[in-house]
T-cell receptor, first 118, second 115 residues
């Protein structure tokens, strides 16, 4: 069965420092996609970054980068130069690709609550 | 600037009442989804739709029902609310993109409390 594991229930980071949020996944498929979403206290889910299983380079989006280690089945999110507005819940998620197309099912981890301190 | 809208944002209601959570998107996306999220927990897919007149149940069993009569509209209905239905319900939509990412765009959520 496919599974996403986030082992850090909560983390603190000082403003302007970098932080890594851990994510490991389990799947028997060769094709899949990995996502990170941010959920502020207001409740909406904000897409941050995507990594395809066949992408050779780690994905980057501004201050966000995804440290993708396929052999270890890990997809850690790195936030550089943390800001107070980064305080939120962060979810790692995975989608499988079946028969050459993406399924519509995202499997989410339990999330990591990040608190950025001034 | 939201392209997917959910109403109500907050709803407190008594047991046995019928409720409908509205979800509308202006992006013309074919695929729409409903996720359920208990406080501090992960999201679970309860319903999804590939297009008009298409609905499927998700991985988490739910007593709610959905309909997709128009592309932009995907309401969720509970015929008789119970305290166990207390949760946040998140609506999302997506379209296929060239990278195959199929990124979901979420609404702000509807927080339901059943007394």
């Amino acid at each position: 069965a496919q599974k996403i594991t986030q082992t850090q229930p909560g983390m603190f980071v000082q403003e302007k420092e970098a932080v890594t949020l851990d994510c490991t996944y389990d799947t028997s498929d060769q094709s899949y996609g990995l996502f990170w979403y941010k959920q502020p206290s207001s409740g909406e889910m904000i897409f941050l970054i995507y990594q395809g299983s066949y992408d050779e380079q780690n994905a980057t989006e501004g201050r966000y980068s995804l440290n993708f280690q396929k052999a270890r089945k890990s997809a850690n999110l790195v936030i550089s130069a943390s800001q107070l507005g980064d305080s939120a819940m962060y979810f790692c998620a995975m989608r499988e690709f079946l028969y050459g197309g993406a399924t519509n099912k995202l499997i989410f981890g339990t999330g990591t609550l990040l608190a950025v301190q001034p | 600037e939201a392209d997917i809208y959910q109403t109500p944002r907050y709803l407190v209601i008594g047991t046995g009442k019928k409720i409908t959570l509205e979800c509308s998107q202006t992006m013309g996306h074919d695929k729409m989804y409903w996720y359920q999220q208990d406080p501090g927990m992960e999201l679970h897919l309860i319903h999804y739709s590939y297009g008009v007149n298409s609905t499927e149940k998700g991985d988490l069993s739910s007593e709610s029902t959905v309909s997709r009569i128009r592309t932009e509209h995907f309401p969720l209905t509970l015929e008789s609310a119970r305290p166990s239905h207390t949760s946040q319900y998140l609506c999302a939509s997506s379209e296929h993109d060239r990278a195959g990412a199929n990124v979901l765009t979420f609404g702000a959520g509807s927080r339901l409390t059943v007394l």
